[in-house]
Structures are given as C-alpha cells and as structure tokens.
C-alpha cells in the first residue's frame, strides 16, 4: 500500500552511516519528556540507534524543524523523506521515523482509583 514496513533492528543494515559532513552536532542529544532514563534505556531501541540518536539527533531534529539548512547529500535527503517527497532509505531517515513514531505514540499511565477523575483530568 506505498508504505515500506520498518524492521525493529534495522540498524544493522550494512550501509554506510554518512557522509564526513551530514549530521554533524557539537553537542548531545535527550528526550527527557519522552525517554527521562535515555534512548538506551527505554527498550524500543538498539544501542546502536540510541548512539546515532544522542550523537546526531540534534542537527535531525534542527532539519526536521528547519532551524538548520541541509549541507550534505544525505540531509537533503532525509529532508525530503521528512515533507514526503521520498521514501526513507538510509540509517539515519529509518532511525529518525522510528525516534518520532515512538515518541509520539509512547501511552500515558496514571494511578488512580477513580476512572472518572482519569477521564476528567484530561478533557
């Protein structure tokens, strides 16, 4: 149906990560609202994509915000992936889509012993 499945594990595809130039971040990147403990820790995520995560999520997130213009090859292209011109394909497009497919999609648990004060709490 035009999607491309995304296998769990997919950061051991044997393909080169990037370019000297693509995705280069002088700084680490955390989710603390969605991941408080950190990408290794949360079990939706490989060590490997939790590194690429932390090493390169910043200068993703910029592109995908567009706070920051594309200066390789690759982050053209996992900015067109982003706005849909193209299906994603490399390590970093899968590692991203799957980053913002959990993050998004992480449900929300509360305690309570009242389910109408749940309900209420949230309208």
């Known amino acids: 149906m035009g999607s491309t499945a995304i296998t769990p594990d997919f950061a051991d595809a044997k393909q080169p990560l990037t370019g000297p ?35 390169h999520g910043v200068a993703m997130k910029e592109l995908a915000e567009g706070k920051r213009l594309p200066s390789a090859v690759e982050e053209i292209e996992f900015v067109e992936v982003l706005s849909g011109k193209r299906e994603a394909k490399s390590l970093f497009e899968l590692i991203w889509l799957k980053y913002c497919r959990i993050s998004n999609g992480k449900p929300f648990y509360t305690v309570s012993d009242n389910p109408r004060r749940q309900r209420a709490e949230f309208k």
Do not use: M, V, W
């Open 21 to 55: 130039d693509a995705f280069l971040s002088h700084r680490k990147f955390y989710d603390d609202e969605h991941f408080p403990k950190g990408f290794n820790c949360c079990g939706d995520l490989t060590t490997k994509e939790a590194q690429i995560l932390e090493n």
